[in-house]
């Protein structure tokens, strides 16, 4: 099992930038597919970006798409989720999921692994 651990949320004004990381540990991510999601309080849990096991592709939901970057460090065993251009309808509780081997995956229920969620805040 993998277990995974996000940081670098936080508090930031509409405009902004936030980089989050997602730390894993007991296996290596290089073959595992990660994903990014979000859920704000009353909400259901949303996909916001994603990575083949490969790494070798990218995918982003619709409203994040030209905003949000993600990349994977394999040296580090670390996802990256790159925000850019932060607006308050961003705001929200963001998780990392990792499932091995898998391809294009855009819903929960397709991975295995969470972490435990970082905060990010975004102020108009």
């Known amino acids: 099992q993998v277990q995974l651990v996000e940081s670098g949320g936080g508090l930031v004004q509409a405009g902004g930038s936030l980089r989050l990381s997602c730390a894993a540990s007991g296996r290596t991510l290089s073959t595992y597919a990660m994903g990014w999601f979000r859920q704000a309080p009353g909400k259901e849990r949303d996909f916001v970006a994603g990575m083949d096991w490969r790494g070798s592709r990218t995918y982003y939901a619709d409203s994040v798409k030209g905003r949000f970057t993600t990349s994977r460090d394999n040296a580090k065993n670390t996802v990256y989720l790159q925000m850019n251009s932060l607006k308050p309808e961003d705001t929200a509780v963001y998780y990392c999921?990792?499932?091995?081997?898998?391809?294009?995956?855009?819903?929960?229920?397709?991975?295995?692994?969470w972490g435990q969620g970082t905060q990010v805040t975004v102020s108009s």
């Open positions: 999921a990792a499932v091995p081997w898998g391809g294009k995956a855009t819903t929960p229920r397709e991975y295995k692994n």
